[in-house]
């Protein structure tokens, strides 16, 4: 079964840089997506392919991917990012997808 | 503009069925495969199943939590897709999203999902 492994919680100040990190055995092999989602609402695609941006997200969203860790690196945070986000990997050997999801809190 | 719409959601006994629905529109429905997610109270993301579209067989793919339970379909004459939720179980409450996108591709459009709840 492949894991995928996301911090709980992630907490940075305004116009700073967060950095969401999602572990995986080889995940640098693998493609991987990246999902906002704000309380009460359903989640959004914001990377994918590893740092493919869909059309209207913000240029402040990026994703690399290298080794055991995918990162979405989110600039110039503002209050509106605070939301859930969650990885995404597709595996044959998982029928869980998703990583546990992590909460970024804007202090 | 691409638009999936659920529907079915509710209330439901323990051992019962229900069946949920997505409209899509904005898209050629049968180009795509489609994928259902669940999320349960407070819960993360947890991927449900999906089917892929009739070039590549129309074939189903189920988490292990479902199998044998749960069954995806397609109209895509209506641009409809379909959760058939047989035996369900009190830990399958969650809300239900459908998701453009399966096995190996991005979900890129997510429903706004519908509430099912198992309770006695």
């Known amino acids: 079964s492949y894991v995928l492994t996301q911090p709980p919680s992630v907490s940075v100040a305004p116009g700073q840089t967060a950095r969401i990190t999602c572990g995986g055995n080889?995940?640098?092999?693998?493609?991987v997506h990246w999902y906002q989602q704000k309380p009460g609402q359903a989640p959004v695609l914001v990377v994918y392919?590893?740092?493919d941006r869909p059309s209207g997200i913000p240029e402040r969203f990026s994703g690399s991917n290298s080794g055991n860790t995918a990162t979405l690196t989110i600039s110039r945070v503002e209050a509106g990012d605070e939301a859930d986000y969650y990885c995404?990997?597709?595996?044959?050997?998982?029928?869980?997808?998703f990583g546990g999801g992590t909460k970024l809190t804007v202090l | 503009e691409v638009q999936l719409v659920e529907s079915g959601g509710g209330l439901v006994q323990p051992g019962r069925s229900l069946r949920l629905s997505c409209t899509a529109s904005?898209?050629?429905?049968?180009?795509?495969?489609m994928s259902w997610v669940r999320q349960a109270p407070g819960k993360g993301l947890e991927w449900v199943g999906f089917?892929?579209?009739?070039?590549?067989?129309?074939?189903?793919e189920y988490a292990a939590s479902v199998k044998g339970r749960f069954t995806i379909s397609r109209d895509d004459s209506k641009s409809i897709a379909y959760l058939q939720m047989n035996s369900l179980k009190t830990e399958d409450t969650a809300v239900y999203y459908c998701?453009?996108?399966?096995?190996?591709?991005?979900?890129?459009?997510w429903g706004q999902g519908t509430l099912v709840t198992v309770s006695s």
């Open positions: 080889n995940i640098g092999s693998k493609s």
């Open positions: 904005g898209f050629t429905f049968g180009d795509y495969a």
């Open positions: 998701t453009r996108g399966g096995h190996g591709d991005r979900l890129d459009y």
């Open positions: 392919d590893d740092s």
């Open positions: 089917i892929r579209s009739k070039a590549y067989g129309g074939t189903t």
């Open positions: 995404q990997v597709w595996d044959s050997s998982s029928d869980h997808p």
